[in-house]
């Protein structure tokens, strides 16, 4: 629907709940409130759907397979579903990345297209116009001062969601408004969800993550890493791991055969590339920070975000030819089954068009270390000469050098 001013404009709100997030999975559940810009209600709509499946997931919910025995399908109802999203001007869902592609799989089993509409994730609009908002569902709703009285059920959450987007875009001052307005107009929105864009558009305007993510090229040597880092990309669209999740996580890696030593280390080297590929253009601002913070700490893996943080990270230089780097201490990485001793870093220094010294002078450029013992004479030397520390990962990082 086009956005004109002359007329009230509309806003659907939708929640899912589901077997799983696998293609193969299915709805149990799906609320809908529709309202307009006035904070009006004009329908609700709410039912249980029998998935046709075992359910695995009700601890999740609360929704169990004698609950739905009797139930529609999600064929049965499509139509009404449609007929919400098509009758809208923006549609919103908490996590929508992930419920969008569910509510698409869902539309895709009844070979069905799911309809175009202008959708939008409540929580980036919400943080777009009030930074401080908190992330967790429950939280958005206590800071807003709206009770959820059922957290994990459809309807409950979509009728909280609406009275705080209501905070938002009720009858407020002309000004106050237009402001708001223009946020929710302006927000970026995910390749999977917009109307025809091109590739290049999409990904200026993608979701922080969505943007990282899509920069991590190629595949790991390790197969069920890189079908464990395709779901990780889809849960963390929003940079919140829920515990449906969550637990969608736990049976893809126990389905690839992952001992929990083999998901520490997928988690770290994730996390690991996001910051890789956040590096690259030259800037790590507070918001990429914010966002992989948020991640490493789901992940249980905050040192690897703390060990490289803004505060001991130079920004990426974008031509590092010709510049002087020394060592400090020695490096402890691998490349391939090789450890990078001395003798190696050297080579890959030169290789990529620097040039290593020994030693700390003042034409030194970067002191690449692996410790920052503060006892250590280069060092000191580096403070001393004002040169640019940087840790042994991050510069390899720079070189573009997958050293472990």
């Not at 998935?51 to 397979?65: D, V, Y």
């Not at 009844?110 to 175009?116: A, F, G, L």
């Not at 997928?266 to 030259?282: C, F, N, S």
């Amino acid at each position: 629907m086009a956005n004109n001013r002359s007329r009230a404009l509309f806003y659907t709100i939708f929640d899912i709940q589901f077997t799983g997030i696998n293609t193969d999975d299915r709805l149990v559940e799906i609320g809908l409130l529709q309202m307009d810009h006035r904070g009006h209600i004009i329908r609700e709509y709410e039912t249980l759907l029998n998935p046709e499946r075992p359910i695995n997931n009700a601890a999740l919910h609360g929704i169990s397979e004698g609950m739905v025995e009797n139930a529609p399908t999600f064929e049965e109802v499509a139509e009404t579903v449609e007929d919400f999203i098509t009758k809208t001007d923006y549609l919103f869902a908490f996590n929508l990345p992930l419920k969008w592609r569910m509510l698409g799989y869902a539309f895709m089993h009844t070979r069905r297209p799911i309809p175009q509409t202008q959708a939008q994730c409540l929580q980036a609009f919400i943080r777009r116009v009030a930074p401080q908002s908190p992330r967790k569902l429950k939280d958005i709703c206590t800071s807003h001062g709206v009770s959820l009285f059922n957290p994990h059920r459809s309807l409950p959450r979509v009728q909280a969601l609406a009275k705080v987007l209501d905070q938002y875009l009720g009858e407020l001052p002309q000004g106050e408004s237009q402001f708001h307005r223009s946020a929710l107009q302006e927000l970026p929105l995910s390749q999977a969800y917009t109307r025809e864009q091109s590739e290049d558009e999409s990904l200026a305007r993608a979701p922080i993550l969505e943007r990282l993510a899509s920069g991590l090229h190629g595949s790991t040597e390790n197969p069920s890493f890189d079908a464990y880092f395709e779901l990780l990309d889809l849960v963390f669209a929003d940079s919140i791991l829920e515990p449906q999740e969550a637990l969608a996580l736990f049976q893809r890696a126990a389905e690839l055969g992952m001992s929990r030593k083999d998901t520490d280390a997928a988690h770290e080297r994730y996390v690991q590339g996001l910051l890789q590929v956040a590096y690259q253009d030259g800037y790590y601002t507070e918001m990429e920070a914010e966002h992989l913070e948020a991640v490493a700490r789901a992940l249980k893996v905050e040192d690897v975000v703390r060990d490289n943080s803004a505060e001991v990270l130079p920004l990426y230089p974008r031509d590092l030819r010709g510049k002087v780097v020394a060592l400090s201490g020695a490096p402890r990485g691998r490349l391939g089954e090789q450890r990078v001793n001395r003798k190696r870093f050297a080579e890959l220094v030169r290789e990529a068009g620097l040039e290593y010294r020994s030693e700390v002078t003042p034409e030194t450029d970067y002191v690449v270390f692996e410790e920052a013992d503060a006892s250590c004479d280069k060092l000191r030397a580096a403070k001393t000469h004002q040169v640019t520390l940087v840790s042994e990962q991050v510069f390899w990082n720079w070189l573009g050098i997958q050293v472990l």
